[in-house]
């Protein structure tokens, strides 16, 4: 267990029937699966018992860092108390994360490394990724992360259909060479997984996808993760900010989105804190991990100062109320849903 990762504060009960409030909408009495995903042991309050990874519950979010800059944005990161780093072959960053990572002088076992194996892209002619292919990749990540093994490793997305279970079987033997500690999946749906269920393969830890106030997980997902105790990990959880990656081709948001105002501002006032500090602490009251990005020291600094506020259950039921009916992910294309592919 990593001793200063920030992990979940413990709550009184919502008055729902459980002991202790999951400040979930989706929670009702008796409904014990959705209840996996929190702990009720007094002696360890702060980890969720889906969280079986021990994973930070803040990560730093590195997708569009470039490799010639990441290296002092993670450095003024792990002095700011970031135990986290969540990269991927296809951010090509992973060698300047890996140089700030051995300078920083951090000791291996207080910093979570994610990254994820790319499978190929939806709708290219590109060959997707083969077994050997996947093996190879993640030899090349844990060289230029310069480590030994990594934390947590992911299939990237679910298009290389013809081959995912060769790729899943790939993760499980990296798992069983002791190259990777945990392995997870990335923008897969209930339909993805259950191919991992029939096969009577060992079933992913994780599965990091869209998820703020627009984009929530949709029932069924939610209870087939439940049910399996797979952990969501949450990304791009600022996406309703109007600044979300500005200037960025990989902005999936209509225009609409993209210039409307700040939405939940008069809850984040409330609170005395910003709407980023609000959506991401909407997250890991439901349970996520969340993994912001930014360049800027200031708002690195804001993302990890979550700690002196809960969001009521209340005002999480008026934010998640906020997700717009059939609202398509907006960090991929805008077109299309890795969820939804076939
Ligand atoms: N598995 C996947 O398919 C997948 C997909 C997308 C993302 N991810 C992971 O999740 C991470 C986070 O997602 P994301 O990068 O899409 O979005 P995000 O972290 O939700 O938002 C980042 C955007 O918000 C801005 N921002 C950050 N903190 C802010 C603050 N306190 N106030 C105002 N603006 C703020 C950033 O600008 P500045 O940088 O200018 O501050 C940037 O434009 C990624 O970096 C990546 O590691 C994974």
Redesign the pocket.
Known sequence: MLSSQFLISQKKCCGNGCRMCPYEPRHIKGNTSLQKRWNVSEKNPYTTIMNKINIPMIGL????IPNDEVDSIVKDAISLGYKHI??AEVYRNEEGIGKALKVSGIPRDEIYITT?MWPGMFGQEEPFQTFKGAIEACEQSLQLLQVDEIDLYLI??PFAKENRLELWEAMLELKKQGKVKHVGV??YNVKHIEEIEAAELEMPSAN?I?IHPWHVIKTELAQYMDKHEILPIA?????P?P????GSQWNGKPEDMKSGSMPCQDIADSYNV?V?QLFLKWAIQLGYPV??????YD?LK??LDLHHFEISRVDIKTISKIAKDDQKCL?WSGDFDPLEVE
């Not at 990304?235 to 996406?239: D, F, H, I, N």
């Not at 993994?291 to 800027?296: A, E, F, G, N, T």
């Open positions: 979010g590195t997708w569009l969540d990269t994820k990237h997305n990335s923008n990091q869209e990304y791009s959880t600022l996406a900010i600044n979300w990656r500005e910003t980023p993994l912001p990005k930014s360049v800027k708002r804001e993302n960090a």
